[in-house]
């Protein structure tokens, strides 16, 4: 008695076979296929990053770059000075607030030698800008602003006291109806010493806030030709030094921001603690009666 075969036969074995290589074909091209789109998604994700790496890399060489002057030692007269500058380098401001004038005959000259990264500074301006400015809005003084730049090593390498500096000279000599109005802003909102210090960006707000025209807080980065540092750079290193013989010359042993003269005399910081509310106006009226 014939039994049943329960195998398939040999040809089709072979077709099934066949078939089930050309599937096994099929799944592994979907597999190449799939293997290629993750493979060049992926390169071109790791180019993206690539390029944003280099933009950074570029950004920040750029913003690392040195904007202090690095050049040889310069005379005030030499190094490109503020129109509104004095000889020794001071911008005077008098009675009627503007940059590059004085008030009248017999005002007291307050010569202030501040660093705008110096937190002693911006207590100072803090205690007596109110008084500073009153007494010369009425003609009792005339006031000397001497921004140096002795702090660029508390900015973390941004030299913030220079760029803050650079600013202000370029306000003293292109919008000088708005320089004290910058220079109190910039103390309104001094940073903390051993930080960044203010961004470019908002140096600039700060200067739009005080009236100085757009057209000249967009040269606050502008570079000597050929050179990396700021415009105004060359003046505040000078400016610098010339305040190493100035202040020695009033009696300090060293450069020490504050510094403050009255008519050519060191401020007296014991009898006039300018911490004391009304010192301030005592230690002028004692200057003026003094000449």
């Given at each position: 008695?014939?039994?049943?075969?329960?195998?398939?036969?040999?040809?089709?074995?072979?077709?099934?076979?066949?078939?089930?290589?050309?599937?096994?074909?099929?799944?592994?091209?979907?597999?190449?296929?799939?293997?290629?789109?993750?493979?060049?998604?992926?390169?071109?994700?790791?180019?993206?990053?690539?390029?944003?790496?280099?933009?950074?890399?570029?950004?920040?060489?750029?913003?690392?770059?040195?904007?202090?002057?690095?050049?040889?030692?310069?005379?005030?007269?030499?190094?490109?000075?503020?129109?509104?500058?004095?000889?020794?380098?001071?911008?005077?401001?008098?009675?009627?607030?503007?940059?590059?004038?004085?008030?009248?005959?017999?005002?007291?000259?307050?010569?202030?030698?501040?660093?705008?990264?110096?937190?002693?500074?911006?207590?100072?301006?803090?205690?007596?800008?109110?008084?500073?400015?009153?007494?010369?809005?009425?003609?009792?003084?005339?006031?000397?602003?001497?921004?140096?730049?002795?702090?660029?090593?508390?900015?973390?390498?941004?030299?913030?006291?220079?760029?803050?500096?650079?600013?202000?000279?370029?306000?003293?000599?292109?919008?000088?109806?708005?320089?004290?109005?910058?220079?109190?802003?910039?103390?309104?909102?001094?940073?903390?010493?051993?930080?960044?210090?203010?961004?470019?960006?908002?140096?600039?707000?700060?200067?739009?806030?005080?009236?100085?025209?757009?057209?000249?807080?967009?040269?606050?980065?502008?570079?000597?030709?050929?050179?990396?540092?700021?415009?105004?750079?060359?003046?505040?290193?000078?400016?610098?030094?010339?305040?190493?013989?100035?202040?020695?010359?009033?009696?300090?042993?060293?450069?020490?921001?504050?510094?403050?003269?009255?008519?050519?005399?060191?401020?007296?910081?014991?009898?006039?603690?300018?911490?004391i509310a009304g010192n301030f106006e005592k230690?002028?009226?004692?200057?003026?009666?003094?000449?």
């Amino acid at each position: 008695m014939p039994t049943n075969d329960p195998r398939p036969s040999k040809a089709v074995r072979r077709d099934e076979a066949r078939v089930m290589a050309q599937k096994l074909r099929e799944q592994q091209k979907k597999r190449d296929r799939r293997n290629r789109i993750i493979a060049i998604s992926g390169l071109v994700a790791a180019l993206a990053v690539l390029a944003i790496v280099v933009v950074v890399i570029l950004g920040n060489s750029k913003s690392n770059a040195p904007i202090g002057y690095s050049g040889t030692a310069l005379a005030i007269a030499d190094s490109n000075p503020p129109s509104t500058a004095q000889a020794n380098g001071g911008i005077p401001v008098g009675s009627d607030g503007v940059a590059g004038t004085t008030s009248a005959a017999g005002a007291v000259t307050v010569d202030l030698y501040t660093d705008y990264m110096c937190s002693a500074c911006g207590e100072f301006e803090k205690a007596n800008v109110a008084a500073i400015n009153q007494l010369r809005t009425t003609g009792d003084i005339t006031v000397v602003y001497h921004p140096i730049s002795i702090l660029d090593r508390m900015s973390n390498g941004t030299e913030y006291s220079t760029r803050a500096a650079n600013a202000a000279a370029i306000v003293a000599d292109a919008a000088p109806d708005a320089f004290v109005a910058f220079n109190d802003a910039l103390f309104a909102n001094q940073p903390a010493e051993n930080t960044a210090g203010l961004s470019d960006a908002r140096i600039a707000e700060l200067a739009l806030g005080a009236n100085v025209p757009q057209s000249v807080v967009d040269t606050f980065a502008d570079r000597v030709p050929a050179k990396d540092w700021l415009k105004f750079a060359p003046y505040v290193a000078a400016l610098t030094a010339q305040a190493t013989t100035d202040i020695t010359a009033l009696g300090e042993k060293q450069v020490q921001t504050p510094t403050v003269a009255l008519n050519g005399q060191l401020y007296d910081y014991t009898t006039y603690n300018w911490t004391i509310a009304g010192n301030f106006e005592k230690a002028v009226a004692a200057a003026k009666a003094a000449k």
